[in-house]
Each structure stands twice: as C-alpha cells, then as structure tokens.
C-alpha cells in the first residue's frame, strides 16, 4: 500500500488522481491533500476519501474550512511547508496551477521526497535549482505531463543511453486550424474548447497559445538534461502519440495511449509497476492517419518566446512564467485580448532588467516585479 498526498486535489488533475486512487484502493492510501478555495469539491472528496489532514491555501476559504469541517485538520497556506516534512508519505503528487507549485516542489525536492510532478511550471521557474537539489537529496521525480512521462517510458527502452532527440507532440490548441484574423476575433469560450483534452482553463489557454508546449520545452530540458536544440515540437492533431525519442542509432521510440491523464498519473504513482485498468484503448484502426506538422510562429509566437527564455536562463523563464500567468488570467476575465498574451510577455522580458544567477528568494520575488510592471504598463 502506497500512502499518497494530492497538492490541487480540487482541480483537473487532483480529480483525476483521486479517480485513480479510487480505482485502486488496495494499492493507494491518500493521507493529505490540499485545495485553494474550492470547498464544494473538498466536501465531495472528504465524502469519498477517508482524508484527515487538509491544507486550504485561499485565506477565506482557510477560515470557511475550519468551520465546515470540524473533525478535520485544517492547515494554513503558511503552513504548506512545515506540514509536507512533517508528514513524510510514499509519494506527493504536485497537481497545484502556476507558481503556487514552485515552493512545495522546492521543499519536497530539498527534503528528498517523491514526487509526481504535474506543475510544469516548477521546473519552467527553477528548473536548475531544483534539479540541483534533488541530486543532492536523492528525490525521485516522476513526470505526470503525457508527453514527459511518454519521454521516460520511451526512455526507458534503452535506459543507459542519451537521447539524441526528443519529438515533443502538440495537439496544437484550439485555434490549430484558424488564421491570425480569425484568432485575433475569436471568444473566450472557444479558445477553452481544446479539441482533444479536457483540462483546467489556464493549461487550456496555455494551449491555445502553444505556450503550455514551450513550457514543456523546458520542462523536457530539465528533467531529461537535454539542450534545447534536441528538443522538437511537432504539432500531431490525433493526440495518441505523446511523444517520441529518438536515439544515437536513428531508431524512434514512441509512446502511444489515449488522451487521458489517469495513464500518466496512474503510471508515475505506481512505478515501476503498471496498473490495469478497463479504461478506453486507443482504436488503431479508427484512426486513419498520424499527422505532424510544423508550428506556424506566426499565428503561435509563444513557443519561440519560451525557447528564447530557455535558451537566454537565468530569471528569463520565471519572468514568462509570471507574466503567462497573469496575462491569462486577463484575457480570461475579458481585460486582453489573445494576442495581448504573448506581445505583453515579450515587452516584459525585454523590459525587465535580467537576473542571471537567480537565487530562490529572488525569484520569488520576480513575482511582484512582473505584476508591478504589467500593473503600470499594460492598460
Ligand atoms: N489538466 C491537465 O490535463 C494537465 C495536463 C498536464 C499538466 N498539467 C499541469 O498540472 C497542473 C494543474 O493543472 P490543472 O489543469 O489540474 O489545473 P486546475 O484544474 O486549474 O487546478 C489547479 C489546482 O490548484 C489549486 N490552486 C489554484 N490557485 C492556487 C494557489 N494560488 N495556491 C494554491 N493552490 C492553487 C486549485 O484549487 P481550487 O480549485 O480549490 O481553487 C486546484 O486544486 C498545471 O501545472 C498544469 O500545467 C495539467
């Protein structure tokens, strides 16, 4: 029995988790989970999980808990820290959004814990101190993301070489098949409308944009210490190949599943061993043709925006990051436009004066330096 704890346990990826839990409770105990505000869905997972120990991060929502839920232990946002090394587990699944994953990833790499990470953006913002923590902790880090957990399964093939290049596939978002036009005038509602995966809305404007694939560039180089150079994106509209590796001899390996995120979640949960399930499987024969294409930078420049960061390190990655982040929420709440995303992200990064060897603290703080800057400039 493995004992487990979901951080963002309310969201897409916390929901399908517990699914996968569920689906096996006598392989899986869930000890913890945390929520930001979302108590109508930490109600409907205390009815179902025998869970005790809960951290709700919002303020309000902290407060309203502590009240709902009396036979519970309800912890604070500020407490997040000290109750992840006070309360070890076999494996702490990171499904928090944006850069409210970065610290427990920090804490847990630091502490040399396992961790299934679904927060790409842990890695996007601090991938070399992170990386360089859990060398020196002994952490396991087990991708969720499909195509990273397709890139180490494809790895794993042939565990002792260097991958000589990784295809990194993209459904290409839900304005793949629009003109620039036809994109600068399209609805919120349809860009939230991905034609292949369900998920949560800001990983699904992150799509539309391709700026989730450009986070998942350097996601790749991180946790499989490659250079940008080997990494290529090509856009693959079926979504059943999740990603390829090529290795020194020029074969390709790939993995292929259906689009659905209990496959990586179950698989970095329960490695090495694979669960079985009575999930869909894919339809070989009802798929008529894979595609891949190249990315048009035209229609999507945020992934060459995100390889630049890549590329240029140091506080570049974390400035995207929180810029993304805000500019999303933005256009989500009607103030930008689509395109808004991606030209306020490069006027930040050419704006803001460059860090090159960021310690944590700093760039933690690169947070309120980006919201202040897009705060005074952006109208
Ligand atoms: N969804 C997918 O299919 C998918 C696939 C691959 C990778 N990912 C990655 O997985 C992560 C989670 O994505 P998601 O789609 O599951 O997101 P989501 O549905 O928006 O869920 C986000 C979770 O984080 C919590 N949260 C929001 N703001 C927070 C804050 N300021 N502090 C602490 N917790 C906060 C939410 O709590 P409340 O709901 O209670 O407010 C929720 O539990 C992202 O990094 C994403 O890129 C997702």
């Not at 020194?248 to 995120?261: C, E, F, K, V």
């Not at 090495?272 to 999930?279: K, T």
Request: aromatic share 6%; charged share 25%.
């Amino acid at each position: 029995m493995k004992t487990i704890g979901i951080l963002g346990a309310s969201g897409s990826i916390g929901s399908s988790a517990l699914d996968v839990l569920a689906s096996h409770p006598d392989k899986f105990s869930l000890s913890f989970i945390s929520v930001h505000s979302n108590l109508e869905a930490l109600e409907a997972i205390l009815s179902t999980h025998a869970v005790k120990h809960v951290v709700v991060t919002q303020e309000k929502a902290y407060k309203q808990a502590k009240k709902r839920f009396p036979t519970i232990h309800v912890y604070h946002e500020e407490e997040m820290n000290d109750f992840l090394l006070a309360h070890p587990v076999d494996t702490v699944l990171n499904a928090l959004v944006g850069t409210a994953g970065l610290l427990p990833s920090m804490t847990l790499s630091q502490a040399g814990r396992n961790i299934a990470l679904a927060n790409k953006e842990s890695l996007v913002c601090a991938g070399e101190l992170m990386m360089n923590a859990i060398k020196k902790s002994g952490a396991k880090l087990y991708p969720v993301d499909s195509e990273h957990s397709a890139i180490w399964q494809c790895l794993e093939a042939s565990p002792t070489e260097k991958p000589e290049k990784i295809y990194l596939t993209a459904s290409g978002g839900a304005f793949r098949d629009m003109n620039r036009e036809e994109i600068r005038s399209a609805k919120v509602d349809q860009a939230l409308a991905h034609p292949n995966w369900s998920m949560g809305r800001k990983i699904t404007i992150d799509s539309a944009t391709l700026i989730n694939k450009g986070l998942e560039v350097m996601e790749a180089r991180w946790l499989f210490d490659v250079e940008p150079e080997q990494i290529e994106v090509l856009v693959h509209r079926q979504s059943i190949i999740h990603s390829m590796v090529q290795f020194s001899d020029g074969s390709i390996i790939a993995q292929l599943g259906t689009p659905d995120m209990r496959l990586p979640i179950s698989y970095a949960l329960s490695y090495p061993r694979r669960l079985p399930n009575d999930w869909p499987r894919v339809d070989l024969f009802s798929i008529a043709s894979l595609d891949f294409s190249p990315v048009d930078p035209e229609r999507f420049p945020g992934l060459d925006l995100c390889v630049e960061a890549l590329k240029e390190g140091g506080d570049r990655p974390m400035v995207l990051n929180v810029a993304n982040e805000i500019m999303v929420q933005k256009y989500l709440d009607g103030e930008a436009s689509f395109y808004d995303i991606t030209d306020w992200i490069a006027r930040a990064l050419s704006d803001i004066e460059k860090i090159h060897h960021p310690s944590l603290q700093q760039l933690l703080e690169r947070k309120e330096v980006v919201r202040d800057y897009l705060e005074e400039h952006f109208a």
